[in-house]
C-alpha cells in the first residue's frame, strides 16, 4: 500500500478550513467568489473599484446566452469526467 495524499486535500479542503476559521476581514465575499476549487476571483465589482474599465457593448440577451453556453459546457465537461 502506497503512503500518499492526494493533492486536493492541501489544494482544496485547507483552504476551506482557513475560510471557516479566519475573521470575515481576511476575504470579504462581497468582493470574491471562490471556485469549486476553492480559488478566490474577484467580482466584476472588485475590478472594476480597483481601477478595471469595463465596458460591455453586448446586449442582455447576447450575455446571458453567452453564460448558458458556459454553463452548458461545463456540465458536458462534468458529465464527461464522471463517465471515465
Do not use: W
Not at 489544494?11 to 471562490?34: G, H, I, M
Not at 465589482?45 to 452548458?72: D, M, P, Y
Amino acid at each position: 500500500k502506497r503512503d500518499d495524499m492526494p493533492s486536493f486535500f492541501l489544494a482544496e479542503t485547507l483552504k476551506y478550513l482557513f475560510l471557516l476559521f479566519s475573521p470575515d476581514s481576511a476575504l470579504p465575499l462581497d468582493n470574491f467568489v471562490l471556485s469549486t476549487e476553492a480559488h478566490p476571483l474577484p467580482t466584476l465589482k472588485a475590478l472594476i473599484e480597483n481601477g478595471l474599465s469595463h465596458k460591455c457593448t453586448a446586449s442582455k440577451e447576447e450575455v446571458q446566452a453567452a453564460v448558458r453556453g458556459v454553463a452548458a459546457s461545463l456540465a458536458d465537461a462534468a458529465a464527461h469526467k464522471a463517465v471515465r
